[in-house]
């Protein structure tokens, strides 16, 4: 395994079991730097110079915080593109909605990081915010760069590390067998070292009943895989990221 900016990693682990959140489309709405280092296990400040991927971005400020720390982040996402005050409203709709479940179902909340609902919402509304403030600053500077997989807009190897949260095995996402490996070999594609793909399951937490499958595939196709436990922080505290590299010759 690269020692790229990754924190120490536990070894395989089997799927944890299921949260409950009920399935919705896609959402659009804040996640911070800090919940993408425990989803990923990221060594942040290891990042330093390095050039870092965020598929599927969404309203995430993971690519403004980085950029902040002098870490040459890009975000990915069909809806960049759009105005920002399409993109604010979307991010205040979502937010609400998954709220409004969260706080339906308080027992979810096992993680040291989101102890309470209030404390979500706040780290949730902070995150868009800096990310509607930073996509209409840097939008046009080639920050916010629009596309989604199977198919990204980069040239192999663009990436030092490629992070892909919250889409791959979500039912509302859209992909078959052969799409989620597809776009396992995207995300190598265009890395050099990793990629990352947190959760290993969809939105109502079932785990996805072809991993064992599709890493059997990807690596008959030359790519390693390691199932590692991450603390995730949200929800129902600790899950899966699954880590994906060109196996050695």
Not at 54 to 82: K, N
Not at 106 to 114: E, G, I, M, N, V
Not at 143 to 157: A, E, I, K, N
Not at 161 to 184: I, K, N, Q, R, S
């Amino acid at each position: 395994m690269s020692n790229l900016a990754l924190a120490a990693l536990p070894p395989d682990q089997t799927f944890d079991s299921p949260a409950e959140l009920e399935p919705t489309a896609i959402s659009f709405h804040g996640r911070s730097l800090a919940e993408y280092a425990q989803c990923f296990a990221l060594d942040v400040a290891a990042l330093k110079g390095r050039d870092v991927l965020d598929v599927a971005a969404g309203a995430s400020s993971f690519t403004a915080e980085a950029c902040a720390r002098r870490i040459d982040a890009v975000a990915l996402d069909p809806l960049y593109g759009e105005a920002p005050a399409a993109l604010a409203t979307r991010v205040a709709r979502d937010s609400a909605q998954l709220l409004a479940q969260l706080k339906s179902k308080p027992r979810l909340f096992r993680s040291k990081a989101f102890p309470s609902c209030a404390e979500t919402a706040a780290d949730r509304c902070a995150a868009g915010q800096r990310f509607l403030s930073d996509y209409a600053t840097h939008s046009a500077y080639g920050r916010y760069v629009g596309g989604s997989l199977p198919q990204l807009p980069f040239f192999d190897g663009t990436f030092d590390l490629v992070l892909c949260a919250h889409l791959l095995f979500l039912e509302t996402a859209g992909f078959d067998f052969e799409g989620h490996l597809a776009a396992c070999r995207e995300l190598v594609r265009v890395s050099v070292g990793e990629a990352r793909v947190f959760p290993l399951g969809g939105a109502a937490g079932r785990p996805y009943p072809g991993l064992a499958r599709l890493r059997r595939e990807l690596r008959a196709g030359g790519i390693g895989s390691q199932i590692v436990e991450v603390d995730s922080g949200f929800p129902g505290g600790a899950g899966s990221t699954l880590v994906l590299r060109r196996a050695e010759p």
